[in-house]
């Protein structure tokens, strides 16, 4: 018993290859797309997440560095205000009695040379220190000040001692493009009633 098998000598036509080659390449292609897509979100969203930690460790602090006690509860405890512009505040914290335990400078950094992004510094009687970095150019660190009624004050303020109030807004620029990765705005009611 034997079965008749019939053979081809007939294989693929040119035309079949090209049309499997084609299908296989928009395959590839697709998971490709797929997987750099996956890549630059990935990215986007740990550029946002460090935006953010940088945000937040300048306004509140880190509690393990004594050289940044977080700008938000040094203001509420800014006994005086010395100087109040629109991106640096100098204040003195004093004790109950009045007397000045520390005067603390907060301010706004240009960029060095071809760097396209700023910091913020911290100085105080100790010493001086960038407590972040990656601050949109130019327009990182602004301060918006505010009297007993609530009305903004206009720079150049004469006497400091009248803010009851003060907007903070920090915005960084992780990727150095010029456009804000996280803002960041609190505001604040100082001692130096």
Do not use: C, W
């Not at 940088?54 to 940044?68: K, Y």
């Not at 405890?77 to 520390?102: W, Y």
């Amino acid at each position: 018993m034997g079965y008749n098998t019939i053979k081809s000598d007939k294989g693929f036509t040119v035309i079949e290859v090209i049309i499997s080659t084609a299908i296989l390449l928009v395959m590839v292609l697709s998971i490709y797309t797929f997987f750099v897509s996956g890549l630059f979100s990935s990215l986007k969203g740990e550029n946002k997440s460090r935006a953010v930690q940088i945000v937040r460790f300048a306004m509140d602090g880190e509690l393990t560095n004594p050289r940044n006690p977080g700008l938000i509860d040094e203001l509420r405890r800014a006994g005086k205000i010395t100087l109040a512009d629109e991106d640096s505040i100098n204040f003195d914290i004093t004790d109950t009695s009045g007397v000045t335990i520390n005067t603390i400078d907060y301010s706004y950094l240009e960029p060095v040379s071809l760097a396209t992004t700023a910091s913020i510094q911290r100085a105080d009687t100790q010493g001086s220190a960038v407590i972040a970095d990656h601050i949109l150019h130019p327009d990182g660190l602004q301060f918006t000040y505010f009297d007993g009624n609530g009305d903004t004050l206009a720079f150049p303020i004469g006497d400091p001692s009248v803010i009851r109030q003060i907007q903070v807004e920090i915005k960084t620029d992780i990727n150095g493009d010029g456009q804000p990765d996280a803002v960041l705005t609190t505001k604040v009611a100082p001692r130096n009633l």
